[in-house]
């Protein structure tokens, strides 16, 4: 699947390259709004990633002009702008999807995946469910559910524990996680996955048992049900 990437700060494509190759996509990414539209016409991509902010054009104007040549591929806008007004905006103009920076890499895929499932495939389909150690994810409601109780989960704990669902039985280092949910390099003297691996374990209760802990290797979720 081709993924357009249409964003001007260096830092953000280049993590977005880098991640959207490592899940097997292949990237066309472009610095400015009206190149956006040339490098769409070329590629003809399966999903864009368009940020709002934008040298020549804004993203605004470029989902427009995209919409109205093609009204069905899916577009997840990226932004810093946290205003309502801005928001509306872009789902009027036809947006299939919203992010706020910063944002976890581990919840964009799956909003990509979620947004890119086959036609015919399910509304509770594996595009959308994660389910694994005795937990249900649904990627799309954002609704969390361990052993039949609803658990209210911050976003970026529902983004840890996407990304652990995703490859249950897997031990993953603290690098591997920091990278896939925060988007960072590992800080050896950085304790972020720690403190968050703590408080998913307390909200999930008796289930948080699932996420084992692999001594001097990372973190593991077992695939009990």
């Not at 400015?32 to 864009?48: H, I, K, N």
């Not at 368009?50 to 605004?60: K, T």
């Not at 299939?96 to 015919?120: G, N, Q, S, V, W």
């Not at 509304?123 to 109780?149: H, I, S």
């Amino acid at each position: 699947m081709n993924v357009l990437v249409v964003e001007d700060e260096p830092l953000i494509t280049s993590f977005l390259e880098r991640g959207l190759r490592s899940e097997g996509y292949a990237v066309t990414s472009v610095d400015r709004g009206d190149v956006a539209l040339d490098a769409f016409s070329a590629t003809q991509p399966d999903m864009v990633v368009l940020d709002v902010m934008l040298p020549g054009i804004d993203g605004f104007d470029v989902l427009a002009a995209i919409r109205a040549s093609d009204p069905g591929v899916p577009v997840i806008l990226l932004t810093a702008r946290g205003e309502i007004a801005d928001r509306v905006r872009g789902l009027d103009l036809g947006a299939t999807d919203y992010m706020l920076k910063p944002f976890a890499f581990a919840e964009l895929t799956a909003r990509i995946r979620a947004h890119t499932r086959p036609a015919h495939q399910t509304a509770t389909g594996d595009a959308r469910v994660l389910e694994a150690g005795g937990l249900r994810l649904d990627l799309l409601t954002r609704e969390a559910d361990a052993g039949g109780e609803d658990i209210p989960l911050s976003a970026r704990e529902f983004a840890l524990l996407a990304y652990l669902m995703r490859h249950p039985g897997q031990v993953l280092s603290r690098s591997q996680i920091l990278n896939g949910v925060w988007g960072y390099t590992f800080d050896p003297r950085s304790n972020l996955v720690d403190v968050y691996i703590g408080y998913l374990r307390r909200k999930l209760g008796a289930a948080g048992a699932a996420i084992e802990t692999v001594r001097g290797m990372g973190y593991r979720l077992s695939r009990r049900t």
